[in-house]
């Protein structure tokens, strides 16, 4: 499928910012920019490299300025906006199409002049492609200098002018990194200016820094004479930047691809994960590939991992474990599903599975109660797929230690409690995925029993029974267990008046709050619940916190209801997990509705039909993307990361179970 954009798309030039496209590397790196060429967040970038993966990026070339010359008129044909007294770059007056299929390209229209422009990130790579085919009609000698607009820091920090840049022959160095282009145009070294004026609208509605800077230290031209008399054909410019692969001497010079094996390398890749998973449904197949673009290598371990979201997180245990089976096995990518959960077992430790890597000298971090659990989920959803029984024989004693641990007890509160619930959390620890704080403040707290982590422990001891031929004895020690477990749980989480399940068992007010953790007690694998209270959750939760978008993380009538997300940090924190919409969540409730009613083909039309909309939210935000969340009380615009892992791997989950 690809995605076509026009005029109408960008009346103004606020509303041509805000659409983006997503390129990915599979090392860390993306190129992201605008549907009109700009850069509206600090983390957009043409190039944005990665010296270590998954998660030591760099903003190498954050943007293009480009000058259009026909006969004596100059335009720009790039847009940005670069502030309040330095005016704006307006080339999207010019601008007549984009599109976004597997790469993305922008078509201008000046004088009789004809610009494609074409972006492609090399897959496996830290290496960019950028190429202008010009068809001159104009009758008169047209010129295009292309600026790229340099930074050479780490993601996310800001560029300070008394950074050095040198040229060295095809070589540009600063900040420790070095970058080189090959080129079919005219390049020329420029005495370095600095641009510190550009102007982020997507950073300072979310509280961040408004503002931004780049070096411009070279051009690049491409000359196309006047024709006349004959059709005039389209000549091309091309421009190829990379840097060394991930690890190894920023200094020594890769072997730079063509603009066209850099096209030709992406398409058949993305080609082969459509074809591989093997969607008949076109909306499934974009996110198929999608999903994909979250997978990343991990230097660490050699092995893959998939990073949360673009453009702000890292490859979280919690998020990893969660997206895992939608990206992965959803997506019969089952070779890298496998590497994911060995990259987590390497790091198991006292029984938890690290919600943060080590990086560099950063330990790695364990505030997460639910990751050791929704690895046993994983597992049992690989094999499910691939009755892969040397891998669950090598995963099994890392699963009985997470077990074990989680019985006796281990860090940040978490333990077996005398009625066979979790326990998790005290103080400021906030371990459930519902986990802001904000200095001593606790929005969520869910300290306690919450009532997911119950169903997920459930649903470990479940396994466990079930994988016991793989172990050592009969896994009747964790069957008897998982019956102590479900008889307290149908006890003390149901909540009688309002029919559904309680969020938490804290002894709070919190703890009869209507959120949507409860949806997951009846999409697992293994039934916690009666059938006829299930139902009855998932009545509650439509009713409650359904959007097409979404689930509510808290119901519209409770008074700690908040229906926007936005502003500064704080007031986005209290607002985050307090009726935000997430995407997420949507899956469990999806697989829980085909679930209650028997998988039928009645249910399995309906929910086609909900998904529907899916199309349209494909087109807004990031394109081809899910984001992580949107506003609680009209959910109509992606904010957060605009494109989510668990977002987009829960829903193929559900298009999985429609097949």
């Keep these: 499928m690809k995605f076509l954009y026009g005029k109408q798309d960008w009346k103004t030039f606020e509303r041509g910012e805000e659409n983006c496209y997503l390129m990915t590397n ?233 603009m066209e094996e850099i096209i030709s390398g992406v398409e058949a890749y993305r080609n082969g994960l459509r074809k591989q998973a093997g969607f008949p449904d076109g909306t499934a197949a974009v996110l198929a590939a999608g999903a994909n673009q979250f997978v990343s290598h991990r230097e660490s371990t050699g092995k893959k991992t998939i990073l949360a979201g673009f453009p702000f997180f890292e490859d979280w245990g919690r998020d990893t474990m969660i997206a895992v089976s939608g990206c992965c096995l959803a997506t019969r990518q089952y070779g890298t599903a496998k590497s994911i959960l060995q990259t987590f077992m390497t790091y198991c430790q006292k029984g938890l599975m690290p919600n943060l890597f080590p990086e560099g000298s950063n330990a790695a971090r364990y505030n997460t109660v639910d990751a050791a659990l929704l690895f046993l989920i994983a597992v049992y959803e690989y094999y499910g797929k691939t009755k892969d029984a040397d891998f669950v024989k090598s995963a099994y004693g890392t699963m009985a230690e997470i077990v074990e641990w989680y019985e006796k007890g281990t860090d940040f509160g978490i333990k077996m409690d005398e009625d066979g619930l979790i326990m998790a959390g005290s103080g400021y620890d906030q371990v459930t995925w519902m986990d802001v704080r904000v200095g001593d403040i606790l929005p969520t707290p869910r300290h306690g029993k919450p009532v997911e982590i119950n169903a997920y422990w459930y649903n470990a001891l479940r396994i466990m029974e079930e994988f016991a031929p793989f172990g050592i004895g009969d896994g009747k020690d964790y069957g008897r267990m998982a019956e102590h477990v479900k008889e307290s749980f149908g006890a003390k989480f149901w909540n009688e008046g309002a029919g559904c399940l309680k969020d938490v068992l804290s002894g709070t007010a919190a703890d009869n709050q209507i959120r949507c953790n409860q949806i997951w007690a009846v999409s697992l694998p293994f039934s916690v619940l009666s059938p006829e209270r299930e139902r009855q959750v998932v009545e509650v939760v439509f009713r409650e916190l359904y959007t097409p978008y979404g689930l509510r993380t808290l119901s519209p009538q409770d008074k700690e209801f908040h229906a926007f997300y936005g502003g500064k940090q704080l007031e986005r924190d209290l607002a985050y997990h307090q009726g935000t919409v997430w995407v997420f969540p949507l899956g469990g409730y999806y697989l829980a509705y085909l679930k209650v009613n028997g998988y039928s083909e009645e249910a399995k039309a309906y929910v086609r039909r909900q998904l529907e909309v899916m199309d349209a939210a494909l087109r807004e935000g990031c394109i081809g993307q899910m984001p992580e969340i949107y506003d609680g009380g009209n959910p109509v615009s992606s904010k957060g990361c605009f494109a989510q892992a668990w977002s987009v791997g829960e829903l193929l989950r559900v298009y999985d179970a429609l097949r």
């Design 26 to 258: 599979g090392l860390g790196g993306f190129s992201s920019l605008t549907v009109t060429g700009s850069c509206s967040r600090n983390d957009h970038a043409v190039l944005m490299a990665c010296v270590h993966s998954p998660n030591h990026r760099y903003n190498m070339i954050h943007r293009l300025e480009e000058v259009l010359r026909v006969g004596d008129r100059e335009v720009h044909i790039s847009s940005q906006d670069n502030g309040e007294n330095n005016g704006r770059e307006e080339g999207w007056l010019y601008q007549t199409g984009f599109s976004y299929g597997d790469y993305p390209q922008w078509t201008y229209l000046v004088d009789g002049v004809e610009v494609v422009r074409t972006i492609a990130l090399a897959q496996g790579s830290n290496t960019v492609g950028i190429s202008y085919e010009i068809r001159n009609f104009s009758g008169k000698d047209v010129k295009l200098d292309v600026y790229p607009h340099l930074q050479f820091v780490p993601k996310g920090t800001l560029l300070d002018k008394g950074q050095e840049f040198v040229v060295e022959g095809n070589k540009i160095s600063a900040g420790g990194q070095s970058l080189f282009v090959s080129t079919d145009g005219t390049f020329r070294e420029l005495p370095l200016r600095f641009h510190d004026s550009l102007f982020y609208a997507y950073d300072i509605c979310d509280g961040r820094p408004e503002t931004g800077c780049t070096a411009v230290n070279h051009v690049v031209s491409l000359e196309v004479p006047a024709q006349r008399g004959t059709l005039p054909l389209g000549k091309t410019l091309q421009m190829v930047y990379g840097m060394c692969g991930t690890g190894a001497e920023p200094d020594r010079e890769p072997e730079l691809p063509s």
